[in-house]
């Protein structure tokens, strides 16, 4: 059974940092791509940004709202996705999904979804 | 990026009504889409990938059509389980992008 476990949420002031942590089970992690998603308040959901696998050199994607401020990484031998997120912003208050990308008919999708952890931004 | 417009962004209905929302893309993604359905308090869950094929264990009354700008989700009878807040995701290039949403509620 896939399983994606997100955890490390929880209250950071303006300006500082979280590490957020997916660890992935009953799949082959490593072959892979993953992504983070989130979801303000009552409001629609975001994508953030995706890792690809070893053989695509895991090279990432960022959406703009984050591009330098936030970092994904994976630790394939632990099977477990990472979100390095700093310079945290009020706007950043989010619940963070972890989400595994496949590919099949010609286009990638996200497939499975952890339970997300709430990520709270205020002074 | 490309502007994912979904439509409507609410709509009531009854169980066993027909069930239509559309999605628009600012430029043409090919069949780069997917549909994904949300209850409260809940993550995501894929029920179309590939702009029309059905995710495994999805219950047949969901499809999805459509290619370039214009995608449908068809839900071909409401059931009580299927109220929920659905969303188009585009897969065709960085930042993919999201539809803002059409919360499906009980008429």
């Known amino acids: 059974e896939v399983q994606l476990v997100e955890s490390g949420g929880g209250l950071v002031q303006p300006g500082g940092s979280l590490r957020l942590s997916c660890a992935a089970s009953?799949?082959?992690?490593?072959?892979?791509?993953m992504d983070w998603v989130r979801q303000a308040p009552g409001k629609g959901l975001e994508w953030v940004g995706r890792t690809r696998n070893r053989a695509n050199s895991y090279s990432t994607e960022y959406a703009a709202s984050v591009k330098g401020r936030f970092t994904i990484s994976r630790d394939d031998s632990q099977n477990s996705l990472y979100l390095q997120m700093n310079s945290l912003k009020t706007e950043d208050t989010a619940v963070y999904y972890c989400?595994?990308?496949?590919?099949?008919?010609?286009?990638?999708?996200?497939?499975?979804w952890g339970q997300g952890t709430l990520v709270t931004v205020s002074s | 990026a490309i502007q994912m417009t979904q439509s409507p962004s609410s709509l009531s209905a009854s169980v066993g009504d027909r069930v239509t929302i559309t999605c628009r893309a600012s430029?043409?993604?090919?069949?780069?889409l997917g549909w994904y359905q949300q209850k409260p308090g809940k993550a995501p869950k894929l029920l179309i990938y590939?702009?029309?094929n059905l995710q495994s264990g999805v219950p047949s009354r969901f499809s999805g059509s459509g290619s370039g700008t214009d995608f449908t989700l068809t839900i071909s009878s409401l059931q009580p389980e299927d109220f929920a807040t659905y969303y188009c995701l585009q897969d065709y290039n960085y930042p993919l992008t999201f539809g803002g949403g059409t919360k499906v509620e009980i008429k």
């Open positions: 009953g799949f082959t992690f490593s072959d892979h791509y």
């Open positions: 430029q043409g993604i090919r069949n780069d």
């Open positions: 590939a702009a029309s």
């Open positions: 989400a595994r990308c496949s590919y099949g008919s010609g286009s990638y999708f996200l497939d499975y």
